[in-house]
């Protein structure tokens, strides 16, 4: 702005955001600021909200440039425990990649891949017992994969065939399954934020130990669902894990339309007196050790904790979408904070623990993995298998299904 | 048995079923330490405590995204919205959400949650305190919508409606929470003491889902009503001399379609009515599924009484109002068409 | 005179509009740098600057309620929801506030809003992205509701939309965007560029709301459908055989019951089809008042061809989509009746 | 809460706010900081919000315990606008007190004082210019008393009668008058927020000068529209002032279920990075101040500002409420800021500009006006006589009536 609009009796002039680089243009990380790993204290998990207000403005960092563990997050994690981190990430990748050649060949309609943001699902399941209930967005694949809950339950999904247990209801990727307390994604955005803290308040209200988790994207932060979870989550300071997985993107949109020009999305909870903890989301190990910071606090009744992770969506929104018409297509490649595969790769090694001939092996390993799950799926069908019989099209809309549906369905099993 | 109004046959709805299961909860605004504007909640949070009876925030999207939650926990929600006219911040959540868990998930989590609403107008509430929705849920594949005309029913639906495992919106005619209200605004309400429907067990008992009441047996002519309008029916049916057979449908979806073909088989003749404005109200779908089903059988048009397609207006309420000069002035069209 | 698909015709109404008026203001999620997930904006923000044309936070609610109040100061904003299943987060903003304030305000204030959202299902988009509320909106006094069939009547509607000084809730069938998709999903979509209404102006003209259009003359059957249904109609008629008379709505509200009643009073007569599901549908108003005007005429039982009573499932999409057996076999019912 | 809670493997517990005093127990506002009044700095009105980060956390106050101006924020207003001033504060109050006593008399069917906010609604007024537009809540009659819109026409409104210019179809007091850029009141909580946010982005679109201004209360604050409002006027920096008035109470339930137990509603404005400013709302200078400042930042185009203004709501809800049953009976008189006219009355007469004789005087001339108002009113009806015509009934649904109605409208007239 030039000053004269701030002049007194200066016209109004409406603002715009704008991301600092289109396509064509060099991509300009240079406003985001990247601190050293390791300088932040970790606060004790009972600290209260007005202690912590230095966090939302930070950034939680735990792997330095050469990829060594440093400061006071670094996690006590095993080379064990970080290999099958490693192992679950790359799954979750090679898992992604075979699912946009499958949607490529037609075989269902539609993939969203995680790209580039492994760490964040990987390393949050890792820090959260198995018991604690996930209320994903449709990008925590990994969550599911972490949990090991089979691909091919997943593929199935994907191809609605007659091994997908929604029963071809649902748009690929919007899995459900209780078993691995991982909530029904939904695909309207934000609906599962409240949802996470109502469950939380149940086991509250039970007295139970089991607490929530939830995730949304930067662009999703938006939504009213996002300010009605933080405010019960503060209110009645319920057990759960709030995370605002910030990509950058929100399809074409850059996280500056959802207000990341002006602040971080960490800072939201402020407002709310609810601690908010940015992390460098491509650092498995900072995600794994603020993640479990928060699930403590919440475990011992200190309440809520929302939880911004800095990442970026590497690769297209969705299989409907083509990135190169919004945004420089070399942006993911010099996207400051790295790739999470790569960097716990490289700490690994720098631990002794990893070499580059293990790991493609692993590699190879992995996608000889997915081929086999992929084959199991197959077999039983992709999308234009019948998952089920028609009669499955008027089930579970009620537990019971009133006498208007059976109308229906006879009616169409009459036509 | 007691002698209930309709706000204490709700409240005994809620503190029976809340004695008989530990894991129901009751929210909303105003409904914890107050017990409600309405009263409906009076003395629970004191009777069950306040994990289980509490107040919330106003934000209606995240009382009924919350109990969403809670279902899937385990918990069975009872949550009111203070008037039925504030549920639309609430409508992604129930739309998208709780009407579709079941189905998306193909069976693995559902929300069990009951969603009290007063609704209905008549009492100079102006146009935020007066709607009547029912008709943007019953187009909702995966809800249920009831709404009593009696105390008695009140209590038994309401129980059934919480014991469901689907959710339902319940919606609670507020100008019949003290009496019969008969659309005669001019004069005195006759309070439910008088009423055979005021007389209610203290104890459990459930009135299933989906079946109507036939309130007054005639031969004439088929009268479909719920809620207030059903006590408006009866004195249009007195005063035009008709002899109508008024089924108080109670619950919309699912529908006693069976009760309500019959009725017009026998009598070739039907009057719908409703409060809630006419285009696209449920007595539209009323009269679609009666063609359907009697179309062999009529005798003359269908036809609706309803409130007008304008908001709900504070001066002009009774002329908004469809009472019984309008409903008699139908039910003698139909009858010597 | 252009060839143009409904995108391109949606486009150029925005355009049009821009250049003759510049209160006119475009905004949604997507609908700026990039132009729209589906390409309806594309271009426009180039040509008409960023303040008049840009994209939004995610937040239905908020883009809705800006542009009431961009309206009450004398814009005329188009807004876009990126799909007509998002558009439940808006609801309070559009039934509470956008239909009633010109009511309201006595007249004082009013919110010229547009709202495109393209619905529909029939591209695999599974429960989240096939939908079609109109009948929730069609119950809202105060809103208009409108969907088109054609490039043509989809550029004049919302030229006539963006003109109109009330809200309207202009639903675009996305399935038809490339094409007069009949129903044959099996068969390869011709394009628009071969449909006579594909051929488009380039210049200003207006449809007003309000008017149907008679699509196919005919005698033995009146057929009512919108959007993507009237091709599935029109498919289903020379399927069936039948001399169908099939009449494209394309208003919902206003409606145009004058060309409904005089034909349905000359065939006797009626099918209705859309693609939302069935209970409480607009097909039921339909019903409800061809019942109302022509009953002393209809020869037989009007019948419903609809999506079922469950959410639009992503395997089953074909057997959810009312496609042109069911139609052909409702035609052949009521003829036969 | 009990160690017990906090010691891992704990069970889980909800925490359910509860306010300080219950009927029958002793209010108690010792948990509330009022800091003495002229401590706090004026920033510049083009200060970044991470320079302003302290004042959701402090108290803008001008008038100290003896009601004299202190401190930077002191504006600079004659005795005369100050007179003005108070009249119109005790106007309000003389026009409240009425309007309760003719609701009580059956001449209407509902009502709502602001007794005790009286200070942000005239104090916000005079510190906006008259073009500037309103979006309130129903609790700022103050701002159409301050801009001399004659009482008689919200009396007939209140009444609904022939002189209503709502024609009989609003609840009393959800007035609209577009004369005075008074936007039409809505029942719906929340909603006027994001519409005065599009106002103001519609006016920096046109390069007009005037700016918005929308109030609404604490508990109204955990709405979507809350969160929509915050969002699009941080995105587009819309020169807009977003209110939130604290009068401690959302009908029964206290501020603590809106989330005012940990942190400040001004807070909320700092996850936005917006400035959010907290001033003592039933100080008259100090709202003026505040105000002032914010319209001018927003004018010169510098963006939001949220402002809590923190008062007590010294009546009932409403005349359907009675508050008897949920707070202590005297919590109003023990509130510490005290009453809002009691201030600027002592206020003017610690400068000489005021006495008790001179502010009896105009007690009665009010409370004379106010009658004569109200014989002019009545004169025209109250509840009950019919504001116009039936047909007026289906006016206005749409711009002009469309066939149903048209039909419907004959209907009614046949029937
Ligand atoms: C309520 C709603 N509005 C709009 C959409 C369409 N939509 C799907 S994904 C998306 C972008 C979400 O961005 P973000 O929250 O940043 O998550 P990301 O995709 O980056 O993981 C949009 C607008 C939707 N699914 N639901
Ligand atoms: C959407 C909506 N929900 C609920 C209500 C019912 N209601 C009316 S006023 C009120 C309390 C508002 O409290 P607050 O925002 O603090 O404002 P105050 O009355 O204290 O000025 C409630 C719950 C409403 N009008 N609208
Ligand atoms: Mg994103
Ligand atoms: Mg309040």
């Known amino acids: 702005m030039t000053s004269s609009a701030h002049e007194p009796g200066a016209a109004l002039r409406l603002h715009v955001p704008e991301p600092k680089a289109r396509p064509g243009e060099v991509p300009d990380f240079s406003g985001m600021s990247v601190p050293p790993a390791g300088t932040l204290a970790r606060p004790p998990i009972d600290a209260d909200e007005p202690a912590l207000r230095e966090y939302p403005y930070a950034l939680i960092r735990v792997l330095d440039d050469a990829q060594r563990a440093v400061g006071p997050w670094a996690p006590a994690l095993t080379p064990e425990r970080l290999r099958a981190g490693l ?58 994969i972490a949990r090991d809950w089979p691909l091919v339950d997943l593929m199935c999904q994907i191809f609605s065939n007659p091994g997908d247990r929604l029963k071809g209801r649902q748009l690929p990727v919007m899995y459900s399954v209780p078993e691995k307390n991982f909530f029904s994604i939904s695909g309207n955005l934000g609906t599962q934020f409240p949802q996470a803290v109502g469950w939380a308040m149940a086991s509250a209200i039970k007295g139970d130990t089991r607490i929530a988790a939830s995730w949304v994207g930067d ?106 018409a919004y945004r420089p297509q070399d942006e993911a490649a010099r996207w400051p904070l790295g790739d999470p595969v ?74 | 048995m007691a002698s209930m109004n309709m706000i204490q046959a709700i409240n005994s709805a809620l503190d029976v079923t809340m004695g008989r299961d530990p894991d129901i909860v009751v ?16 003395g629970l949070q004191k009777k069950y405590g306040k994990t289980r009876v509490f107040d919330t925030p106003i934000a209606e999207g995240g009382i009924v995204g919350t109990a969403i939650g809670m279902g899937a926990y385990g918990l069975r929600p009872v949550i009111e919205i203070q008037f039925a006219d504030y549920i639309y911040p609430a409508f992604d959540q129930l739309v998208s959400e709780a009407a579709r868990l079941r189905y998306r998930s193909g069976g693995g989590f559902h929300a069990p949650l009951t969603v009290r609403a007063p609704c209905g107008g008549g009492i100079f509430g102006g146009q935020t305190h007066s709607q009547s929705p029912e008709a943007i849920f019953t187009h909702v594949c995966g809800l249920k919508t009831v709404m009593p005309s009696t105390p008695y029913d009140a209590k038994g639906l309401l129980i059934a409606a919480i014991e469901d495992d689907d959710p339902v919106i319940f919606l609670e005619p507020k100008r019949i929470y003290n009496g019969p ?15 055979p429907a005021g007389e209610v067990p203290e104890d459990y008992y459930r009135i299933e889902l989906g079946q109507a009441s036939i309130v007054r047996p005639g031969a004439q002519l088929t009268v479909l009503a719920y809620g207030t309008m059903v006590h408006v029916c ?46 696209g109200g449920f007595g539209a779908e009323l009269m679609a599924q009666v063609q359907e089903a009697c179309f062999w059988h009529l005798e003359a048009p269908i036809e609706r009484v309803t409130g007008w397609d304008t908001p709900y207006p504070h001066a002009f309420e009774w002329t908004y109002f469809p009472g019984p000069a309008r409903v008699a002035k139908a039910m003698k069209n139909v009858v010597e068409a």
Request: some cysteine; charged content about 25%; hydrophobic content about 40%.
């Open chain 2, 27 to 42: 929210f909303g605004e105003d409904v914890g330490y107050f017990g409600g504007v309405f009263r409906c909640t009076a």
């Open chain 1, 342 to 415: 790569e960097r716990l790769k490289q700490h690994l090694i720098g631990l002794g623990a990893w070499s580059e001939a293990q790991h493609e092996a692993l590699a190879r390993e992995l996608e000889e993995h997915v081929k086999a799950q992929l084959r199991e799926a197959e077999a039983l069908g992709t999308l234009g298998t019948p998952p089920a019989g028609v009669e499955s099209l008027f089930e579970d809309v009620f537990k019971d299904m009133p006498p208007h549906l059976q109308r229906q369905l006879a009616e169409l099993k009459g036509a």
């Open chain 2, 181 to 195: 209200f008969d659309g005669h605004h001019e004069r005195p309400l006759t309070p439910w003491a008088k009423h």
């Open chain 1, 87 to 144: 192992r679950h990430m790359m799954l979750t990748r090679a898992f992604d990649d075979r699912m946009l050649r499958v949607q490529r060949q037609g075989k269902t309609s539609f993939y969203m891949k995680s790209t580039g943001e492994e760490a964040v699902a990987v390393a949050q399941a890792y820090a959260l017992d198995d018991g604690d209930m996930l209320f994903p967005s449709y990008r925590q694949q990994g969550l599911l």
């Open chain 2, 234 to 279: 009866l004195a249009a049916a007195e005063e035009a001399g008709v002899d109508a057979e008024v089924i108080d449908l109670r619950s919309l979806v699912p529908l006693d379609l069976d009760t309500i073909a019959r009725s017009v088989q026998k009598t070739g003749r039907c009057v719908i009515a409703h409060e809630a404005s006419r285009t």
């Open chain 1, 219 to 324: 662009g999703t932060t938006a939504e009213g669902d996002v300010h009605y979870a933080l405010t019960f989550a503060a209110v009645y300071q319920a057990p759960v894990l709030l995370n605002v997985v910030n990509n950058q993107w929100a399809i074409s949109s850059f996280q500056g339309f959802a207000g990341g020009e002006r602040t971080t999305f960490a800072a939201r909870a402020i407002g709310y007196g609810v601690p908010g903890l940015r992390v460098d989301g491509n650092d498995f190990l900072a995600v794994y050790a603020v993640t479990q910071w928060a699930a403590e606090r919440a475990r011992r009744n200190y309440g809520p904790t929302l939880i911004e992770l800095v990442t970026y969506r590497a690769a297209a929104h969705s299989t409907s979408d083509d990135p190169s």
